[in-house]
């Protein structure tokens, strides 16, 4: 059975908020440079750009752990009409308590330990906001491939040239089962790679390229 080749200019690997925002962010920019040019400003127009992000759930959301607490100061720099866009905001932090609870009751902290200070920041599910933000890069032309996980990268020496995502149909054994269909080959200009943390990709290229920046703590770790 054929391997197919699919051709993108940059793929982000994993549509958790970083791949998404990431997309999202870089499509609005070439969006924004072209009319530019278009309007007369410096510059060529960059043209249409193939934006892809592999997911290996089966829908936008399903990975993203749920129940969280966002601070919005990110999300107002990439989406600064967010609030209007319908960005699914389960609730305002209004108040912040602290309780100790033990077998016999619970205590109220009289103070607001400041790490603890949610005041202004937003409740939500972070499946239902990643599923939010796949919509808006799908409406501004960025492929969402689900049921997509990388499993390899895909190198030239010490080029990343893309990712090898894995076979469908094969069976604990490792054996191919019917519906069996091998991964695809998804090349790119610029492979980015946001699959949170310990990621598949990541690991491996952590071990070629030694590509754990060296500010990063667990490289200060001794051997
Ligand atoms: C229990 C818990 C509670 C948290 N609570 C909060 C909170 O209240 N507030 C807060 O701000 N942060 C919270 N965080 C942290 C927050 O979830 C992360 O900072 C954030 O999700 C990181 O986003 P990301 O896009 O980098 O990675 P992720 O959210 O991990 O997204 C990665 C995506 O990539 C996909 N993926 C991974 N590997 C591959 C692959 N090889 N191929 C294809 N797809 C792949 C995954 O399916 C997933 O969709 C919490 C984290 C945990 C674990």
């Not at 009289?110 to 933000?133: E, Y």
């Not at 040239?161 to 269909?181: I, P, S």
């Amino acid at each position: 059975m054929e391997r197919e080749t699919l051709e993108f200019d940059v793929q982000f690997v994993g549509a958790g908020p970083a791949g998404l925002a990431g997309a999202i962010h870089l499509a609005r920019l070439i969006a924004n440079h072209d009319a530019a040019v278009a309007g007369g400003g410096p510059g060529k127009a960059i043209g249409e750009t193939n934006i892809a992000v592999l997911e290996k759930s089966a829908e936008v959301g399903h990975h993203g752990f749920s129940g969280a607490v966002m601070d919005p100061r990110a999300m107002a720099e990439l989406l600064p009409d967010w609030r209007e866009r319908g960005c699914p905001v389960a609730s305002d932090v209004t108040s912040d308590d602290v309780y100790i609870f033990s077998e016999g009751g619970k205590f109220r902290l009289p103070f607001l330990p400041p790490a603890l200070n949610n005041h202004g920041n937003c409740i939500v599910s972070l499946g239902d906001v990643t599923r939010w933000m796949g919509g808006i890069a799908e409406e501004l032309g960025v492929l969402i491939a689900t049921e997509t996980p990388a499993q390899v990268p895909l190198m030239a020496g010490n080029q990343v040239l893309g990712v090898r995502t894995g076979d469908k149909g094969v069976n604990k054994a490792g054996e191919h089962k019917g519906q069996y269909q091998p991964g695809a080959d998804c090349t790119a200009k610029l492979t980015v790679l946001c699959e949170g943390p310990r990621g598949t990709i990541a690991k491996q290229l952590e071990k070629t390229l030694a590509s754990r920046p060296a500010n990063s703590p667990r490289s200060t770790r001794p051997a």
